[in-house]
C-alpha cells in the first residue's frame, strides 16, 4: 500500500493542449467519417494511371510464383505460408525436402485462409503456427496450434488443428482473440497467457498471468502457475521439449530490454541469477548470456554485447566462470545465435557486412563459414537440431540490393573444416540491375561519429545534385538494417525514370539506436539521447547533398513505425533537408503514446512522458508538438491502418489533422481499413501501400 501511494502522489507532466483528442476513438463515426474524407482527398490526388500501373507492377512481384517459399522443417515435412494472386489470404501447406528442390514442388494445403475465411464470413489473417512434434503426440495425429487475426491486427484467436485430417479439432482447444501467447505442453495440455478478464494484462496490453489448460477443461478452469506486475510488459511460460533436457521456463519481460529468467522445478521457479538486462538462453546444458551493459562476473568485465557461455547447472549451484565465445570490437557486433545439434552459428556484422562463424562447444573454439558475399545480408540458422539425421543441417540466406535471395544448405560437421553449403533455391531477378552499383559511405554526426550508409544507383551517378533520392532508415531497439534485395523497390524506385532519364537512388542510413554495432550504438540512443539517432539521419542526408548526389528538392525519406517517429522528427526539426516524407504507421505523440495501444512497453527505449523531469526531454522529439505555423514544411504523406493495435491509427490522424488546421495544404493522409501494423492483410494491400508511398514521393519531388 506505501509503495502505491508514493506512486500516486508523484507529480505528473502537464498535458498540453490537444484539440484531436476526438480522434483517438478509432472506430467511432466521427473519426471514421474524417478518415474517409481524407483518404478520398488523397486518392483524388494521387489516382493516375501511372499508379495503377506501379501497384500491378509491384503486385506481380508480391505474387510471383517465382519467388522463393521458404520452409521450416518439422519431423519428414517441410512447412510453408504462401500468398499470391490464387491465394490473396494464403495457404499453410507441407512438402517432402526432395519435391521442395524440384522445378515443380507438390503441395499438401492444409488450410486455405480465404477458403476459411468464406466459410466463416470472418476476413482471417494468418498469424502464425506451432506445431506439437509427432513424439510428443501419444501416437495420435498429428497436431498444430493456429493463430487467426480477425482484421490483421496483433490479437488473435488460437485454434487446435489436426495436420493429418486437415481440419480444426472438434471440441478441441480454441483460445478467442486477444493478445495471446499459447504453447504446447504436450498432446493434452497448453500453457496459455491470455485475456482471462479484469487484471490479467499489463499496462503494455499483454499478459499478466500464464495458466495451465488441459484438454477439456474451459478456459477459465485454467489454473494459474506464473504472474508478473502489471507494469512490467507480459509473462511467458513455455516447454522446452529437447530430448533429455525436458523443462519450463518462465520469463517475466519487465521492459523492452529487461527480463527475468527461471526454471520452473517442481512448481517453484528457479531464478537465472543475472542482471535483468542480460539475454538468457537455454540449450541442452549450456546457458547463454548476452549482456546489454558491462557484466562482471568472477572477478572478470565482459563488454556489452558479448556471447558468454556456462554450464547451466553450475552456475545454478553459483559458479561464475564462464568462457567467451564472441567479443565485440569497434567494426564488429552479434546479431544473433542459433544451435545445431552439436555446433553453434554466429551471425555477425563487421561495418554493417555479414559474417558467420561456427562455435565448437567445450572449447569454443569457432571459424568463420565460407560463402557470406560483400555488402550482403546473411542469415545461418539451424534445419532443425533435433531430427537425428539433420540435426547439423543449418540454412544459409543470403540476399544484396542488387542480388536476388539465395538459399543454400549445408552441414556443419563433427569435425574438421567446414563446406561451403549447396545452393538449394535461387530467386529469380525482378528488375534489370545492369548498370547499378552498391556503394558504403559513412557520414559524420553532430557529435562525430562516423555513421555508415548503404547508396544504391547507377554506377555513372553524375553528382549534380539532380538525382530522386530516397532516404530510409529505422534507429530503435537494436534493429540493425542491413541490405536486402526488394523488387518492388527495383520497380518503384531504382529503375524509375522521370523525363530527363534520371533513375532513382535507393540510401539505407545505419544510425544510431538500431544495432548495427551492439548495444553500445543501440544505447547511444535512448531516452534522453535520442536525438542522437535524428541528428544521425541529418547527417546522412547532408552528406547526400554535399557530394552531390541530390539537393533538397530531390531528397525524400520515408519510415515505418519507430521509423515513422524517424522521419517525423525529419519533418519538424529538419525540414530545410527534404522535398517530400511518407510517414507510416508511426510514432508522433510522444506525450500519449503510453496511453495508446501497446506504447506503455516503450518506455524503456522513449522515456515516461508522464515523468516532469523525463518529458522535457521526450518533448524535444515529439513531432506533433513540435509542429508550428509558418515554416517551410516539405508535402508530406501520413499512412496508417484502423486495425493498428501495436501503434494504432491515432496518432498519424492526429499529426495530419493539425497540420491541416494550421493551414498546410502539402499534408496526405491515407488509412487502410485492416492489416494491422503492417497495413496489408494480403498481398494487394501491400502493393497498394507501397505504390501510394512511392508515387507520393516521387511526384513530390518532381513537382518542386
Not at 497 to 513: E, F, K, M, P, Q
Not at 591 to 598: D, F, G, I, P, V
Not at 675 to 700: I, P, V, Y
Amino acid at each position: 500500500m506505501t509503495e502505491i501511494a508514493q506512486t500516486a502522489a508523484r507529480p505528473t507532466a502537464e498535458q498540453p493542449h490537444d484539440e484531436n483528442l476526438w480522434l483517438e476513438e478509432i472506430t467511432g463515426a466521427a473519426p471514421l467519417e474524417w478518415v474517409a474524407g481524407q483518404n478520398a482527398r488523397t486518392l483524388a490526388a494521387l489516382e493516375s494511371p501511372r499508379l495503377r500501373r506501379l501497384e500491378a507492377d509491384v503486385l506481380a512481384v508480391m505474387d510471383s510464383t517465382e519467388r522463393i517459399p521458404m520452409v521450416a522443417k518439422h519431423g519428414p515435412h517441410y512447412y510453408n505460408f504462401w500468398r499470391d494472386a490464387e491465394h490473396p489470404r494464403g495457404v499453410f501447406r507441407r512438402t517432402t525436402w526432395e519435391s521442395w528442390l524440384g522445378e515443380d514442388t507438390e503441395w499438401e494445403v492444409l488450410l486455405d485462409v480465404d477458403a476459411l475465411a468464406a466459410e466463416e464470413g470472418v476476413d482471417w489473417v494468418w498469424g502464425g503456427a506451432r506445431l506439437l512434434r509427432p513424439q510428443y503426440t501419444g501416437g495420435r495425429h498429428r497436431r498444430a496450434l493456429f493463430s487467426l487475426s480477425p482484421d490483421g491486427g496483433d490479437a488473435k484467436r488460437v485454434r487446435e488443428f489436426d495436420l493429418d485430417e486437415r481440419r480444426f479439432v472438434p471440441g478441441g482447444f480454441d483460445v478467442p482473440t486477444a493478445k495471446s501467447t499459447v504453447t504446447w505442453v504436450d498432446a493434452d495440455t497448453l500453457h496459455v497467457g491470455t485475456d482471462f478478464g479484469p487484471g490479467s494484462m499489463t499496462t503494455s496490453s499483454y499478459p499478466r498471468t500464464v495458466r495451465v489448460l488441459r484438454r477439456g477443461q474451459a478456459l477459465a478452469e485454467a489454473r494459474q502457475v506464473f504472474e508478473v506486475a502489471e507494469d512490467h510488459v507480459q509473462a511467458v511460460l513455455v516447454r522446452d521439449h529437447t530430448p533429455g533436457f525436458v523443462r519450463d521456463v518462465a520469463v517475466d519481460v519487465v521492459d523492452f530490454f529487461a527480463s527475468r529468467t527461471y526454471l520452473v522445478r517442481e512448481e517453484e521457479p528457479v531464478h537465472v541469477d543475472v542482471p535483468d538486462s542480460v539475454t538468457v538462453d537455454l540449450h541442452r546444458q549450456w546457458l547463454l548470456l548476452r549482456p546489454q551493459e558491462e557484466l562482471e562476473l568472477d572477478g572478470t568485465v565482459h563488454p556489452a554485447g558479448s556471447l558468454l557461455v556456462a554450464e547451466l547447472e553450475a552456475f545454478l549451484a553459483g559458479d561464475r566462470s564462464v568462457t567467451a565465445v564472441f567479443v565485440p570490437d569497434a567494426r564488429t557486433s552479434l546479431q544473433s545465435w542459433s544451435w545445431t545439434a552439436d555446433r553453434l552459428l554466429l551471425n555477425l556484422l563487421r561495418d554493417v557486412s555479414s559474417v558467420v562463424r561456427v562455435a565448437e562447444p567445450g572449447p569454443w573454439t569457432s571459424s568463420e563459414l565460407p560463402g557470406a558475399p560483400a555488402l550482403s545480408s546473411v542469415d545461418a540458422y539451424a534445419v532443425d537440431d533435433e531430427d537425428p539425421e539433420a540435426g547439423n543441417d543449418y540454412w544459409l540466406v543470403a540476399t544484396g540490393f542488387l542480388t536476388p535471395t539465395t538459399v543454400s544448405r549445408g552441414t556443419v560437421p563433427a569435425g574438421g573444416a567446414v563446406a561451403p553449403p549447396r545452393v538449394a533455391r535461387t530467386a529469380p531477378a525482378f528488375f534489370d540491375a545492369a548498370g547499378l552499383s552498391v556503394e558504403q559511405h559513412f557520414a559524420v554526426s553532430a557529435d562525430g561519429t562516423r555513421v555508415p550508409y548503404f547508396q544504391v544507383g547507377p554506377a555513372d551517378l553524375v553528382l549534380d545534385g539532380e538525382n530522386p533520392t530516397l532516404l530510409s532508415g529505422y534507429g530503435g531497439f537494436e534493429v540493425s538494417r542491413t541490405p536486402a534485395y526488394s523488387g518492388a523497390l527495383g520497380r518503384s524506385w531504382l529503375t524509375r525514370t522521370d523525363d530527363a532519364g534520371r533513375s532513382g537512388v535507393y540510401v539505407l542510413a545505419n544510425i544510431r539506436g538500431g544495432g548495427e554495432y551492439g548495444p553500445a550504438w543501440h544505447r547511444a540512443a535512448l531516452q534522453g539521447n535520442r536525438h542522437r539517432a535524428y541528428e544521425d539521419f541529418a547527417a546522412v542526408a547532408a552528406d547526400l547533398q554535399a557530394r552531390g548526389v541530390c539537393s533538397r528538392g530531390m531528397l525524400a525519406c520515408s519510415g515505418g513505425s519507430n521509423g515513422g517517429l524517424l522521419v517525423g522528427n525529419m519533418l519538424t526539426s529538419f525540414p530545410d533537408l527534404f522535398g517530400a516524407v511518407s510517414c507510416g504507421v508511426p510514432l508522433l505523440d510522444m506525450r500519449r503514446y503510453t496511453k495508446l495501444s501497446a506504447g506503455y512497453s516503450w518506455i524503456a527505449e522513449y522515456g515516461d512522458p508522464d515523468d516532469p523531469e523525463q518529458w522535457e526531454s521526450v518533448r524535444t522529439f515529439s513531432p506533433y508538438h513540435l509542429l508550428e505555423e509558418g515554416r517551410d514544411y516539405p508535402d508530406v504523406l501520413f499512412w496508417t491502418a484502423t486495425s493498428d493495435d501495436r501503434v494504432g491509427p491515432v496518432q498519424a490522424r492526429k499529426a495530419a489533422a493539425r497540420m491541416l488546421g494550421m493551414g498546410y495544404e502539402n499534408v496526405w493522409f491515407y488509412e487502410a481499413t485492416d492489416g494491422g501494423h503492417a497495413g496489408a492483410g494480403d498481398n494487394k494491400q501491400a502493393a497498394r501501400l507501397h505504390a501510394l508511398s512511392h508515387e507520393f514521393l516521387w511526384t513530390a519531388l518532381h513537382r518542386g
